[in-house]
């Protein structure tokens, strides 16, 4: 499955629109009070530790954007935004949307 931040496939025909697809992550407090307990981890004000699990949940966020996609018969979702987004104090929202679509693949 492609998936693209563009709204077209450079030398691809887009054949069907499937529509707004998309995948959401929520990180609890819990991260929150292990990423200041492990502060002694941060270096030159980066923490290792707090990426990853961003990064982890970006990645949730898309793979659950892809399977909606895939289960429509798209074979792409183009469009792609990624959010990043607080909730309340203590959670931490990451939503990936995008277009799914079917190409040609030839």
């Known amino acids: 499955m492609l998936v693209l931040t563009t709204n077209t496939i450079e030398g691809k025909k ?34 290792a530790a707090y990426e990853e699990e961003l990064r982890k949940a970006k990645d949730i966020a898309v793979k659950e954007m892809e399977e909606q996609a895939r289960a429509m018969g798209a074979n792409a979702v183009i469009g792609i935004d990624l959010d990043y987004e607080t909730i309340g104090q203590s959670m931490l929202m990451v939503s990936a949307s995008g277009t799914a679509i079917l190409f040609e693949d030839k």
């Open 14 to 47: 887009i054949v069907k629109y499937f529509g707004l697809v998309s995948g959401e992550a929520i990180l609890g407090a819990n991260i929150f009070k292990d990423f200041f307990a492990g502060i002694r981890d941060i270096v030159g004000g980066r923490s």
